[in-house]
């Protein structure tokens, strides 16, 4: 018996998606002159600050885009700003480092037609220890130390709508009520698609609050829940829809398979290398989520439409 043969696919806008990946590697592009680079007074006691959110979140970005140190980082701000032909001052070394600790980043993203269709999952990134291939030839030296990082995308954009940074230690399914509540709530969402890590009751009650429906495989030893609330009816019918037509059916009826873009944006996260610099949690937070933002910015800029051949 011969085996099916794999489906095929190609890409349909190879010019202009070839035009925004040129566009990525713009040093220009990522500075906007009309952007407010100094901070207004706020009234506070204490000394004011100098620098914008903005200005030091273009920074920081600089340095998670091209890998730099802080110090690095700077010398190339002030050269772009001379590209630029803007007379503005740079921040020093010190200043990016303490205020990244408390900066609320901004992730652009894009609003679709329609109902939101949310992809779910997480993925470990180190921040402490030796590389892969120093452990595998030497052995592991020291303690080495993960963190774990939560995303929501939309498929129809492909952007990230919803991040959440925790401890390794921490499980996946009570950081998705987090993750929903991230999105606006007069932003309507469609389907919320995640593994089998997310069938529990905490997960399907707060999609269902949501007034969306949960695309999400019953575990293997999975029971019938007691029907006391809509979110366990709903997950009760995913069950027998499962044992009646079988798990391989569910998944392509329900489109579940479409989940691994968001494994292909897990890999797009470390794209911008393996560990993270930071060593504080706070700071921590704030260099996954400017990733994130490179990652929508990169998405804004153009994508690759593909479409199955037949």
Known sequence: MSKPSRARYRTTNWSSY????????????????????????????GRPAVFSDAAIQFCLTIKVLFKLPLRQTTGMVASLLKMADLDWAVPDYTTLCRRQKTLAVQIPYRRADGPLKLLVDSTGIKFLGDGEWQARKHGVQGRRQWRKVHLAMDTATSDIRAVEFTPSSDGDSPVLPELLDQIHGDEEIGTVTADGAYDTRRCHAAIIDRQATPIIPIRKNGR??????????ARNETLRATRHYGRAFWKRWTGYHVRSRIEAKMRCLKAFGERIAARDPDRQTAEIQIRVALMNRFSALGTAEIIRAA
């Open 18 to 45: 070839t035009e925004s990946l040129r566009k990525r590697g713009s040093l220009l592009i990522w500075l906007d002159k009309e952007m407010t680079w100094l901070a207004s007074h706020d009234g506070k006691p």
């Open 224 to 233: 019938p829940w007691k029907e006391d609330c809509p979110a366990a009816i």
